[in-house]
């Protein structure tokens, strides 16, 4: 491959990036008051329970120990502790036990972690318990480069108050938490003589139309065999085309939240979606559904051009697609009609590292000082452009790759897989009913997921983040 990607080592992921919708966002005001850098903690100590990534037995704040950002997060722990006199007690284990020791301390009352770190699709469910403490008046949430962008953090947004954070400004921490851009293997375009899609991303043309040109271009004879425009899972499909018209799962409209797909624009995506995956573009996907690594598996072997991927299959481990292919590059997916332009949607179920303060930590606000100096940018990494820089020299084969991604990444939102949510907007690709007739069907279900879940995390969103 093109790069030595020397410092990604099993990328755990970075999920911060910078988004550049921040000056769009209401000013917000905390209630906080300590000066960051100034405060003497007395001695105070801090014990923090932290989840690790995937197999790695070795962690350090996220890292595997030896890289270049571990070293960097050791020196800021050292660091904190010698300036605000405090100290900072690492507490490592698997998702599960951690979130288990967690409850287990919260419901007896005792006091032991202050501070937690684990999967969002566990966290949610603390969030939902009452087990952590609100966010919004002990650190700056509108600083949304460093903790993460309001639909970023949906599932830890909770009626009127944010129950967690992420650590946005940390290179590589949440590179696989989310899904699903579309990597296209550029020598196969380059030998049928197209031109390259990323220009397409370039020119503002790249829409449901010309996605559909590109697939019936790149299907083409090899050998005796069908290589396939694109290979994906029916359920990605789905939810990408949907939010690829400027659409959310949840919505405000007529003064009520509503889930997106009982909107004008949410049944023209999944009309779209339908029609593509069962009619129009059915010649040119893979037949067989490419979920579990299968897709992954087509791609590396040249039996497509494009892949509908995971974060973890892009660049996860030594098995992922960055470290294995020579020549790719990395599309969102394309924009309807009513999509915002330039702003490219994924969807996550959970992201890595998810920071939160459990209810019964000692002292809430103190832990938040720590957490706040704690996460501050990496020198080196200060900047959105910085951050572009570096995936561009380290991870991708061109800097508009990393400006996919990171614009990608930036626009995630929750899924609300486990509430339910998703499964109206798979079955129109899957089900041979009309999607008028699936979304009349699924309305009262849907209406109940909207009043238990959506409705308070919307509520969360606009009490702490306004309109």
């Excluded at 069962?278 to 559904?289: A, G, L, N, Q, R």
């Excluded at 009309?434 to 109940?448: C, M, Q």
Aim: hydrophobic share 40%.
């Amino acid at each position: 491959m093109k790069k030595s990607l020397r410092f990604i080592s099993i990328v755990l992921v970075f999920l911060f990036v910078l988004s550049g919708c921040t000056s769009e966002e209401p000013e917000i005001v905390p209630e906080y008051s300590f000066e960051v850098g100034a405060a003497d903690l007395e001695g105070f100590e801090l014990f923090w329970g932290f989840a690790k990534s995937g197999s790695n037995d070795d962690n350090v704040f996220g890292y595997i120990p030896g890289t270049a950002l571990a070293d960097l997060a050791l020196e800021r722990e050292k660091d904190i502790q010698s300036r605000l006199n405090c100290k900072i007690n690492m507490e490592y284990g698997d998702f599960g036990t951690i979130n288990s020791s967690m409850q287990a301390y919260v419901m007896s009352g005792a006091p032991h972690y202050d501070v937690v770190t684990n999967e969002s699709y566990v966290l949610v469910d603390a969030v939902r318990a009452g087990y952590l403490t609100g966010l919004s008046t002990l650190i700056d949430v509108s600083n949304t480069d460093k903790w993460g962008t309001p639909n970023m953090l949906q599932s830890l947004l909770w009626e009127d108050d944010l129950y967690g954070v992420v650590p946005f400004a940390w290179p590589e921490l949440l590179y696989t938490s989310f899904g699903y851009p579309i990597v296209v293997n550029e020598s196969i375009v380059g030998r049928l003589g197209q031109v390259d899609p990323r220009e397409f991303v370039d020119e503002g043309t790249w829409t449901w139309d010309k996605f559909e040109e590109c697939l019936a271009a790149y299907t083409h004879e090899d050998a005796g065999r069908t290589v396939y425009g694109l290979a994906t899972h029916d359920a990605y499909f789905a939810m990408m085309i949907f939010l690829s018209n400027g659409n959310a799962l949840s919505a405000y409209a007529d003064d009520a939240v509503v889930c997106g797909a009982y909107t004008d624009p949410g049944f023209v995506a999944l009309e779209r979606a339908s029609s593509m995956f069962k009619e129009t573009c059915k010649d040119y996907i893979h037949p067989e559904d490419a979920h579990g690594g299968v897709g992954l598996n087509y791609f590396l072997n040249g039996d497509v051009v494009m892949l509908t991927t995971y974060g973890s299959e892009l660049l996860g481990n030594q098995s992922s697609i960055m470290y294995q292919a020579e020549n790719v590059g990395l599309l969102p997916y394309p924009q309807g009609p009513n999509a915002v332009p330039g702003e490219y949607p994924s969807y996550h179920e959970s992201l890595l590292f998810s920071t939160s303060i459990p209810v019964n930590a000692k002292d809430p606000a103190t832990a938040a000082i720590i957490l706040d100096e704690m996460y501050e940018p990496f020198e080196g990494y200060e900047t959105k452009d910085d951050i572009i820089s570096y995936m561009a020299d380290q991870i991708f084969f061109d800097a508009r790759d990393a400006r996919v991604f990171v614009n990608m990444l930036a626009n995630t939102e929750y899924g609300f897989f486990k509430e339910g949510a998703r499964g109206v907007i798979q079955s129109a690709v899957e089900s041979n009913t009309s999607v008028a007739v699936l979304l009349e069907s699924n309305e009262d279900k849907y209406n109940d997921i909207v009043e238990d879940y959506m409705k308070n995390h919307y509520e969360g969103r606009v009490s702490v983040y306004g309109e």
